[in-house]
């Protein structure tokens, strides 16, 4: 049985995050692995300090995954995917929810765009790519605009913060 194998057992039995570990690194590898279900995809050699952090990231979104939020209002619910404010109904897409949820998860905490970038879209961060502005814009609309407090706030130069505001 191959690594390949393995992969798609894994996806069949359970859910754990899995992170591939590879000698192989063309871009054809690194997509099947990727469409094979991996969550993350390592090319060796790599340092361990970078391993650390990337099962730190899985181990956050798995964690997230069981479990719901409840802060400034904003209650979500990640087994239902729901969102309410103020109990009104918030509909989001996955990739916002998967936004939302880390950011106000980490409330009072500046997440560079790279951060955002790698943990909610799975990409290296290119500063002529616009997807992690465009993606606040769309959250903002949704989740702070038709309300007076605003919990999204952009530090300049250095990415977006969640604002826990008293309720």
């Known amino acids: 049985m191959d690594g390949w194998q393995i992969l798609q057992t894994l996806r069949t039995a359970k859910q ?6 590879t000698a192989r690194d063309s871009v054809d590898d690194r997509v099947r692995g ?30 997230a995954l069981n479990s719901t939020l409840e802060i400034s209002g904003l209650r979500m619910d990640s087994v239902s995917q729901s969102v ?40 290296n961060f290119d500063s002529d ?15 702070d605009d038709p309300f007076p407090e605003k919990l999204i706030a952009t530090i300049r130069g250095m990415g977006y913060s969640f604002v826990a505001v008293k309720k």
Do not use: M
């Open 84 to 123: 309410s404010r103020d109990n009104i109904s918030i509909t989001l897409t996955r990739k916002e929810f998967q936004l939302l949820w880390l950011l106000a998860s980490r409330a009072g905490e500046i997440i560079p765009r790279t951060v955002i970038a790698s943990e909610i879209w799975g990409i």
């Open 34 to 63: 990727l469409d094979s279900g991996a969550n993350d995809y390592l090319v060796k050699p790599f340092s361990f300090s970078e391993l650390l952090a990337r099962v730190r990231a899985q181990l956050r979104q798995h964690h």
């Open 16 to 21: 754990t995050p899995v992170i591939c570990l």
């Open 129 to 143: 790519t616009n997807t992690v502005d465009v993606a606040i814009r769309r959250l903002r609309a949704k989740v």
